[in-house]
């Protein structure tokens, strides 16, 4: 068994939310729809399949288990639909819409939690995650929860930069007990 160190991170949405940044050419957000699960499904498995989150969550390093995930997380009487968000991008090649990023949200004990937040590795680095947690924040101001929060594992470096950068604060260190092959 292998503990991971993550925290939690808060933000109050209370204070406002930084200003939306324009979409990137070539993308486009969609909001939740069940016609999109297997979409979501795909953008999270190719977001987090070589990641240190497949570690701590192995059924993310799965595409199965992410579909298994995703129709957990929707299923649940916490599911907050406008909080759940997929990114695509147009491929330039076939003209087909790609699903490259996806978040989803849950009201717990009147908090918005975000669930998930990835986008994929070649799509990195153009703002497109803050675009995801800013449509997230907005989605559970909608249904009226005050305040949001989400765990990261601390050696994610680059996510818990764009947390503080977004205005999330470390409000205390938690521990996720995995499983892990060969540890």
């Given at each position: 068994?292998?503990?991971?160190?993550?925290?939690?991170?808060?933000?109050?949405?209370?204070?406002?939310?930084?200003?939306?940044?324009?979409?990137p050419?070539?993308?486009?957000?969609?909001?939740?729809?069940?016609?999109?699960?297997?979409?979501?499904?795909?953008?999270?498995?190719?977001s987090?399949?070589?990641?240190?989150?497949?570690?701590?969550?192995?059924?993310?390093?799965?595409?199965?288990?992410?579909?298994?995930?995703?129709?957990?997380?929707?299923?649940?009487?916490?599911?907050?639909?406008?909080?759940?968000?997929?990114?695509?991008?147009?491929?330039?090649?076939?003209?087909?819409?790609?699903?490259?990023?996806?978040i989803?949200?849950?009201?717990?004990?009147?908090?918005?939690?975000?669930?998930?937040?990835?986008?994929?590795?070649d799509?990195?680095?153009?703002?497109?995650?803050?675009?995801?947690?800013?449509?997230?924040?907005?989605?559970?101001?909608?249904?009226?929860?005050?305040?949001?929060?989400?765990?990261?594992?601390?050696?994610?470096?680059?996510?818990?930069?764009?947390?503080?950068?977004?205005?999330?604060?470390?409000?205390?260190?938690?521990?996720?007990?995995?499983?892990?092959?060969?540890?």
């Amino acid at each position: 068994m292998t503990y991971f160190r993550r925290f939690r991170m808060e933000f109050d949405l209370r204070d406002g939310l930084p200003e939306m940044p324009p979409l990137p050419y070539g993308y486009e957000l969609a909001a939740y729809s069940e016609s999109l699960l297997r979409e979501h499904a795909t953008a999270k498995f190719q977001s987090f399949r070589s990641e240190l989150d497949a570690d701590v969550f192995p059924c993310l390093s799965r595409q199965d288990g992410c579909l298994r995930l995703m129709r957990e997380i929707t299923r649940r009487g916490e599911f907050v639909p406008q909080a759940t968000w997929l990114l695509r991008c147009r491929d330039s090649a076939t003209g087909r819409r790609l699903p490259v990023g996806t978040i989803q949200g849950l009201a717990i004990d009147g908090w918005g939690a975000i669930q998930n937040l990835g986008v994929t590795g070649d799509h990195r680095g153009k703002g497109l995650g803050s675009l995801l947690l800013l449509k997230a924040a907005e989605g559970f101001r909608r249904s009226g929860l005050p305040r949001m929060h989400l765990e990261v594992t601390t050696e994610n470096a680059g996510a818990v930069r764009l947390y503080e950068r977004m205005g999330f604060r470390k409000a205390k260190v938690v521990y996720k007990a995995a499983d892990v092959a060969g540890a």
